[in-house]
């Protein structure tokens, strides 16, 4: 309780307990696509242990490709909102490649989130404007299993 003013408030806060540890995040690692919206996903791999990379490949507006790529520390649980910082790459060629050329820029963000070994959602925010992808799962690492 705290006094506001003349009146005596009371704060209250919510605790989620259903976000449930991830036993081995590599598990997770690999390609993961919405289908309903197809040509959009993201590459998961886990490196280090808790370190996860993130590519989105997708598209803009005017029909350009459009990747992403973001890091994250941490190991990861079900029923998390997983924020990622994601950077953009752009002025690069594939004939005459000249590397003084290239820009990496902060896009936006991604919050991700893994209900289960199998399923994810992904929300994208940034230049481009916001969207949520619901994925699923379409390359899995040979021998590990995320634990779920």
């Known amino acids: 309780?705290?006094?506001?003013?003349?009146?005596?408030?009371l704060s209250v806060s919510r605790i989620d307990f259903s976000a449930t540890a991830i036993a081995d995040p590599r598990g997770l690692s690999g390609l993961w696509y919405d289908p309903l919206t197809d040509?959009?996903?993201?590459?998961?791999?886990?490196?280090?242990?808790?370190l996860l990379v993130m590519v989105f490949y997708g598209h803009r507006d005017n029909g350009a490709n459009l990747f992403l790529t973001g890091v994250r520390?941490?190991?990861?649980?079900?029923?998390?909102?997983?924020?990622?910082?994601?950077?953009?790459?752009?002025g690069g060629r594939f004939n005459g490649l000249d590397p003084a050329a290239?820009?990496?820029?902060?896009?936006?963000?991604?919050?991700?989130?893994?209900?289960?070994?199998?399923?994810?959602t992904v929300t994208l925010d940034g230049r481009d404007g916001r969207q949520t992808l619901a994925l699923?799962?379409?390359t899995t690492p040979a021998g590990l299993s995320c634990g779920s």
């Open 73 to 90: 520390a941490g190991v990861p649980s079900f029923g998390e909102n997983l924020q990622i910082d994601l950077t953009v790459t752009e």
């Open 102 to 120: 290239i820009r990496r820029e902060r896009w936006g963000s991604a919050s991700l989130r893994f209900e289960a070994c199998d399923r994810a």
């Open 39 to 50: 040509g959009q996903g993201v590459d998961l791999q886990w490196v280090q242990g808790d």
């Open 136 to 138: 699923v799962r379409l």
């Open 1 to 9: 309780t705290e006094q506001v003013g003349t009146d005596l408030a």
